[in-house]
Structure formats: C-alpha cells, structure tokens
C-alpha cells in the first residue's frame, strides 16, 4: 500500500501512484522493517529534480521494478526541502563513502536507521560504469540475507565514523581585518576573470559571495571586489542562466560561461539574487542592476506568489514540449523556426542575433537558450521591447512547468528580505506589500503559540515537520529588513520570539550552532553544517540575524551569540570563502559597527522622508533603520531621539559611540560613507 496520498509535500505526491509500496519518513517504518526484517531503501529527492523524475520513471513506475522492492525492503521517500536535516545527515554519510553526492539519493538502512550502502541515480540497465537498479536492489537483499553481520559491522563504523565528526569552530574570537583580506584574496584567486564567477562548470550563482564582496568594497572602498561582483553579475544577466523573457534565475549553468542553464527556478536563488542586484544598484546605480533586480522580484511575485500570500518553492526544470515528452528546458528554449512564426521573417532574424539563436543550437536538438551575447551590438530599445513581449506571450501558450506550491519558512524568509528592499530602494511599494504578506502568512501559519515553527505549509495548512536552525535565522533576517522598511516594529517583536528560541534550542557550548532543536526527533548524526550550500547555513545565517537584533535593541546576549557564532568564520573563511559566502558578509558588518540608525519625525514630513530614503540607500554592511515618531516604543532605537529645532532628525551610533543628530540628509549620506 502507497502511503503519500495524503501528504502535503508536492514531490511525495508525485510519489502517490507508484507502484513501490512507499512510506513517508516515521517510526512507522521502521518498525515495519523491524517486524518483517528488512533493510529501509531511503530515496530522498525534490519535486524541481530533473534525474529524480528520471528515475520514478524508469524504476519507481516500473511494476516489476516496484515488486523487487516492495517484496525485499521498506521503501521510505523524503522531500529533502521538508526534511532537510534527515537529508542532510544521509548525504553527509553517501559523501563521506562514495565521495559525491546529489538527488536522487539512495541509501539503504538497517531498521535501526544505520546507513551501509550508498548511492544516487541508478538506472534500470547499467551503464557508464553503473549498475542497474534492480542488480543493486538483488545485491543489497543477498548481503542481507547471507551476510548480516558483515552489514551490521559496515553501518555500525559509518554510525561511529559520523558521530565522531564534531565541530570545535567557535567561540576563539571573531575575524578581523586579516581574516577578511585572506578571504578576498581566495576569491580573487578562484576567479573566472573570462566569464565572471568562481570556479568551472558547472557553474553556481555566488550570491553569498557577491553579497560579501559588496559590503567589503562598501566598508573599505575595495575597487577589486566590486568589480568581481559587477562583473559577475552583468555576465549572469546576459547569460542564459537568467531568463530573458521572464527575469528570474535558473539553478546554475552546465557550462563556465552561464550559457546553458539547468532549468529550474528555486525561490532561494531568486531571492539571494534579486537582493545582491538591488544592492549593487545600491553601490553602482547600474541600470543593469536595477533592471535585473526588478525583473526578478516580478517574476517571484507572478510565477511563484500563491494564493495565501507565500512564495512558493519551485518551478520545475522539465515539461511537455508539446508532443507530450517531458523534456528538460522545453519551456525556455527556441529555434530560429519558432522565432519565425511568432516574429516574422525579419524580426525573427534580428531576434536571432540579438538573443544567440543559431541553427546549431546552443542546447539540445537545434534549440538555443536565450542570451544576450557581448557581440550583440547597439539595439533598438524599441523593437527589442516589442520582440520580448511577443515570445513571452507566445510562450505563455506553452505547458508550463510544474511548480512545488508548498511554503518554506527560510525560503520565504529570504524573500521577505529581498522584496522589501528591492521595493524601498527601487521605489516599488508594491513589492514591500508582497513582502508583508508573506511575512503575515509565516505568522499566521507557521508559528505556533510558544514561537516555535512549522518548516512548510501548503495551502494555508501546516506541515508536521518542525522548523530547522535556517527557518529562524532566515525568517528572522526577512522580518528585521521588514521592519526596517516599514517602520513598524511589531516585526521586530516577532524576530526576537525566533531568535530567543535560537539561544535556547539550537545553541551548544562555545557558540557552536547545530541545524536542529535540542528537542528535535533524534537522528543518527545531530546535523551541524556551517558551510553556506545553495542558501546561507543556518549557522551564519543566525549569526546574521542576531548581530542585527542586537543592533535594534542592545542586546548583549544576542550580540555574544552573533560574536561566539562567528568564530567559524574566522576559522573557515581564509581557507573556503567560496563556501562561506554569508559568513563572510556578516563579519562585515560586524566590523562596520553594524550601524544603528533612528530617523525621527512625523511620516508625512518631507524632511523626514529624505533623513530615512538617505539611510535606507546607505551601503554600511548590515546597518538596521529604525523610524518613526520621537520616543516611539516600537523601535528601541527611538528612545530618548528627540527632534533638533523641530525638524526631522537622524541620529548614527556604532561600536557604542554616537555621532551628532543631524537634520540634513547630504550630511547623513557622508556620515554613512556614501
């Protein structure tokens, strides 16, 4: 019997109609194996994985394929975006065996939950050096059978090998100057200083890094690492990495020079990235970036905003290219025939120059992605503006991608942070409403009565699965950039609900951070990972958000905990910048102070519009914005700020010293070094 029917996980229901009688993650199942005495098949993936479809297709809804599991194992599936820390203890262990790792992720367990064979993808033939899935599935049943102690031996050294793994980083000082210069010069030397970017194919979108990049040159005038993030960014803009029809970014490109991308749209990447792009607006006043920075936040609200008010989690990399195959990118790409019948002969030739599109093809079977080459020319605004919104059109016609409806807490957190300041840097009010709501439906949904949290919803209904370290932290970053842009401090109030269960959950001696609560369902590992993946750890990402807590309200055990958090940055980030990205950006604005600034005055005061658009447009890295009436109790930063002569007024304080309040916002500008 199929047990997902009733799950709220999008990629277990895709799971639903298979023939493989699956379970969802439980003690259930685990007591099942234990009474029939049989291994667990653990298959972890997400509902955006083009090679997860792949394999349900070729295995999972494959009936006799279905039969050898269903007759030999208890089959368990797992959404890795719902339960990241089950991911994240498996993946740890198929790495640390094979060496790699990604979804699919296969492993087989012992009832007790202890890995002892590992794998990915496994097609139904072998191949590639691979083997088939049914030879591994016979495989692991025989060794189970014939060989059980031998298994039991190999699971209990990889449970002991794993256990023994700790982390001793934090707690010996923050990193300073020195730190932060080996970091910049690790990232200048893995530079790709041709196509933009760090490292070779496939190639990632370095959000985290850039966002670090932008806050050194912001602190200390470094013309090297704003040009690596300029750079960087215009050759992703131009690539087809980002859609040019529609804005948003894909995962990451196939290729070093971000032509070819693999398809799928996540909400982190695109909240990461619309945020670095308005910040280098902020910096540069890049057209580029500005336009970017919109088109992205647009299409977060148009394609991934539901119902509710929360974003949800994905669109997927594959769909029907119209003859009814599932194909990878058939959404997205286009050959000079199409171009013709939606443009004309000769609007589709200049479309075709414009855009890269060429016989050959730049993807599969003569299909190009759309870019915009270096070579391109000057273009006619005009027409190119007329030709866009043609093909968007006529692909709007197109079997769309699937999407994964449900809502991340984290993921939703960063775009709450992203949407609220694209729009009050950008002038796009509408978009900092869009950030309320998704904030308001966190709130309402997600947060229970002793602030602890759910890490998804679908459908305005909880998931069962509780938030993780990163829920909090990100979460907590999107409300204090809220409240920032807002003025209300009700946001704030709530962001210190989550960071205070941070201290008390999540904390472990020395100021080490672990992924999961004290309270959480116990696994084999407790995860602890403070390197920044696709998103910002949830370590950094809490260190972040406490430092700006503290900022707001002079909290010095929050600010201790930011401090002791740091210390593995100081450890990390001269050796693996590239993988401590968000770690870096925050010990930046530890640096810097961070900033408090309080602008004080009545809102419909024109000089107290300019005092607090001055300092929302201020680069100071991590600076927090408190503003309002004088002595308002919502912000602690507006006690005792009265007003100078009458006028709107803002006061600046770092490092526990206050520069003088100031009416004039030229003067506020270069306080705040811009």
């Known amino acids: 019997m199929n047990r997902l029917a009733g799950m709220t996980s999008p990629y277990l229901l895709q799971h639903a109609d298979n023939p493989v009688d699956w379970w969802p993650w439980g003690p259930e199942a685990f007591e099942e194996a234990k009474r029939r005495d049989v291994p667990v098949l653990l298959s972890v993936g997400y509902s955006a994985c083009h090679w997860c479809h792949v394999m349900a297709h070729e295995s999972f809804e494959d009936e006799s394929t279905a039969a050898l599991v269903n007759e030999h194992f208890v089959a368990v599936k797992v959404d890795r975006e719902e339960r990241p820390d089950v991911d994240a203890v498996y993946m740890e262990a ?46 692991v049943s025989r060794a189970w059978t014939e060989r059980r102690d031998e298994v039991g031996e190999v699971a209990g050294k990889i449970v002991k090998d794993l256990s023994a793994r700790s982390l001793a980083y934090g707690g010996d000082g923050v990193p300073g100057e020195s730190e932060l210069a080996q970091a910049l010069l690790g990232l200048t030397r893995d530079y790709d200083a041709t196509d933009g970017g760090f490292g070779g194919a496939p190639k990632f979108p370095p959000s985290m890094a850039l966002e670090f990049l932008l806050r050194h040159h912001a602190r200390t005038g470094a013309e090297g690492a704003l040009q690596m993030a300029a750079d960087t960014c215009e050759a992703m803009a131009r690539g087809g990495i980002y859609d040019q029809l529609g804005g948003g970014f894909a995962r990451y490109a196939v290729d070093r020079a971000w032509v070819v991308p693999h398809f799928e749209k996540m909400l982190y990447d695109n909240a990461l990235l619309c945020r670095v792009y308005a910040h280098l607006w902020r910096a540069t006043g890049s057209d580029l970036a500005r336009r970017v920075a ?10 991934l905003r539901t119902p509710e008010g929360g974003f949800a989690s994905a669109l997927d990399a594959d769909s029907d290219d119209g003859s009814g195959r599932h194909v990878e990118g058939a959404y997205y790409v286009w050959t000079p025939g199409q171009l013709a019948a939606v443009l004309g002969e000769d609007d589709a030739r200049y479309a075709a120059r414009y855009f890269g599109v060429t016989e050959e093809g730049t993807f599969e079977e003569g299909s190009s992605v759309l870019q915009l080459p270096q070579d391109a020319g000057v273009a006619d605004a005009e027409r190119i503006v007329s030709i866009q919104r043609r093909l968007l059109a006529a692909r709007e016609e ?13 993921w939703n957190g960063l775009a709450i942070a992203a949407l609220a300041e694209t729009g ?41 699965n509780a938030g993780v370290l990163e829920d909090y932290a990100d979460v907590a970053e999107g409300l204090l950039a809220l409240a920032s842009v807002t003025g209300e401090g ?67 055990a929050h600010r201790n905990a930011a401090e002791a958090a740091l210390g593995v ?30 602008v004080v005055g009545a809102p419909d005061d024109e000089g107290f519009r300019s005092l607090r658009r001055t300092a929302l447009q201020a680069g100071s890295p991590g600076a927090v914005l408190a503003a309002g009436l004088p002595g308002g109790e919502e912000f602690p930063l507006l006690r005792d ?34």
């Open 294 to 303: 919109l088109e992205t936040a647009d299409f977060m609200v148009r394609e």
């Open 641 to 674: 700020r009265p007003l100078v002569d009458g006028m709107a007024t803002a006061y600046v304080c770092r490092h526990f010293v206050c520069d003088a309040p100031t009416t004039d916002p030229e003067l506020l500008a270069r306080k705040l070094g811009r």
């Open 94 to 139: 198929v790495q640390a065996a094979t060496g790699q790792g990604g979804w699919p992720m296969t492993v087989f367990l012992t009832p007790d939950a202890e890995p002892f064979y590992f794998g990915t993808y496994f097609p139904p033939e072998a191949r590639h050096g691979m083997p088939s899935f049914s030879d591994v599935l016979d495989g």
């Open 424 to 464: 009050a840097l950008l002038d796009r009010p509408d978009l900092v409403d869009r950030a309320t709501e998704a904030a308001d439906l966190l709130v309402r949904i997600h947060l229970d009565d002793s602030a602890r949290l759910t890490r998804t919803s679908k459908d305005g209904h909880a998931g069962t």
């Open 398 to 410: 197109r079997p769309r991608p699937g999407r994964d409806d449900k809502i991340v807490a984290a």
């Open 490 to 556: 009700v946001w704030l109030e709530f962001a210190g609900f989550l960071l205070d269960i941070v201290l008390d959950q999540f904390t472990a001696e020395g100021g080490a951070l672990y992924d999961t609560a004290h309270d959480a369902e116990p696994l084999i590992r407790r995860p602890q990972d403070p390197t920044d993946n696709a998103t910002p750890s949830g370590w950094t990402a809490a260190a972040g958000a406490l430092l700006s807590y503290a900022a707001h309200t002079g909290s010095e």
């Open 569 to 598: 940055v100081k450890a990390l980030g001269p050796r693996a910048p590239r993988f401590i990205g968000w770690g870096l950006a925050v010990a930046e604005a530890l640096l810097d102070g961070p900033r408090e600034i309080a």
